[in-house]
């Protein structure tokens, strides 16, 4: 389990966080603090593996904590959820290694994306000693994705809840490129480097669009695997 402190001065957030923060598996809230201060007592006594961090704490600063876990060398990852929105803070966050940022106020599932997305990471780097540079460049291209997704919300027709038209054209142009072979998701996610969990979303939505044909291929051990086809 992935241990998480929430660090929260508003009783009435901090609840709302722990609550989201139980509905997805893999994760453990290690301890709930209102304050720096309990904050760094706590990281002091036990490291959690990540860190929801609020910015505007009274007469406190949550980037300050992170710079702390930055110079002293604590190897926790943190997420900023925070009302601001300042392009400074923004800039700040990502230079001293925060993995996400939300701003209040959030959806679930914007929360869920930023938890599972996470969750995804953590088990890929903590599974194997070498890391592959496809794996890097899913990183890294996933956090691209998202910024291309933010360029183009404004503008462009959203086809249900958390997608986007950019997105969609990108992933049905890689999957016409396959013709009327079977594919898994995995194989779409590693030519677009995008995580797996944000390519599923679309090609459930393209199958409810019947625009895929999907089967499920049992192997001898573990889940049946979904395999998806061009309905042509």
């Known amino acids: 389990m992935i241990k998480v402190m929430i660090v929260e001065d508003d009783p009435m957030v901090r609840e709302i966080n722990a609550k989201f923060l139980k509905k997805i598996e893999g994760f453990t809230l290690s301890k709930a603090v209102g304050s720096l201060g309990e904050a760094y007592d706590y990281i002091n006594k036990d490291k959690p593996d990540l860190i929801l961090l609020d910015i505007y704490i009274p007469r406190e600063n949550g980037m300050d904590f992170l710079k702390y876990l930055r110079k002293n060398e604590i190897y926790c990852d943190v997420i900023l959820i925070t009302a601001d929105k300042s392009k400074n803070s923004v800039r700040e966050a990502f230079m001293y290694g925060a993995v996400d940022y ?131």
């Open 102 to 232: 939300l701003i209040k106020p959030f959806t679930f599932q914007r929360f869920e994306e930023a938890m599972k997305g996470y969750r995804e990471r953590y088990e890929k780097l903590r599974s194997t000693e070498l890391i592959e540079q496809s794996t890097i460049d899913e990183f890294i291209n996933n956090v691209v994705q998202e910024e291309e997704e933010k360029e183009y919300s404004g503008s462009i027709e959203e086809l249900d809840k958390g997608l986007n038209r950019f997105t969609y054209s990108k992933i049905w142009s890689c999957i016409n490129t396959r013709g009327d072979k079977y594919f898994t998701a995995d194989e779409i996610a590693g030519d677009l480097g995008m995580a797996r969990i944000t390519l599923r979303r679309y090609l459930e939505y393209m199958s409810k669009e019947n625009k895929l044909s999907i089967k499920l291929e049992y192997g001898k051990v573990g889940r049946p695997k979904h395999m998806y086809k061009i309905n042509l």
